[in-house]
């Protein structure tokens, strides 16, 4: 089966970075669009930023000019630099991509089991 792995999460102080990966393996045909996502405890999980295959990239407002995300096709893998980190940045940080497997014919979603990011203040 498809995994999506994330690494990078820690504990840093507020106005410090942390840069995030997510490396997908297993029988991948094809990734369209990769992103991050964060839910922190008792809120609804939130886009934070996404990039299409063609590197096109969308963010949230409350992380725009902070965050950067970036895609290694070579690699499938996605990463997020987070720098100026807040303690509202606080969460649960997960990965998805949205991908056809190898010999298949439908694109579905795929989600990594997440990684903890704490912003001390």
């Given at each position: 089966?498809?995994?999506?792995?994330?690494?990078?999460?820690?504990?840093?102080?507020?106005?410090?970075?942390?840069?995030?990966?997510?490396?997908?393996s297993g029988s991948i045909g094809r990734i369209a669009t990769?992103?991050?996502?964060?839910?922190?405890?008792?809120?609804?999980?939130?886009?934070?930023?996404?990039?299409?295959?063609?590197?096109?990239?969308?963010?949230?407002?409350?992380?725009?000019?902070?965050?950067?995300?970036?895609?290694?096709?070579?690699?499938?893998?996605?990463?997020?630099?987070?720098?100026?980190l807040k303690p509202e940045d606080t969460s649960v940080y997960?990965?998805?991509?949205?991908l056809r497997v190898g010999g298949g014919d439908y694109y579905?979603?795929?989600?990594?089991?997440?990684?903890?990011?704490?912003?001390?203040?």
């Amino acid at each position: 089966q498809v995994q999506l792995v994330e690494s990078g999460g820690g504990l840093v102080q507020a106005g410090g970075s942390l840069r995030l990966s997510c490396a997908a393996s297993g029988s991948i045909g094809r990734i369209a669009t990769m992103g991050w996502y964060r839910q922190a405890q008792g809120k609804q999980r939130e886009l934070v930023a996404t990039i299409t295959r063609g590197l096109t990239t969308n963010y949230a407002d409350s992380v725009k000019g902070r965050f950067t995300i970036s895609r290694d096709n070579t690699n499938n893998t996605v990463y997020l630099q987070m720098d100026s980190l807040k303690p509202e940045d606080t969460s649960v940080y997960y990965c998805k991509a949205n991908l056809r497997v190898g010999g298949g014919d439908y694109y579905s979603d795929y989600w990594g089991q997440g990684t903890q990011v704490t912003i001390s203040s």
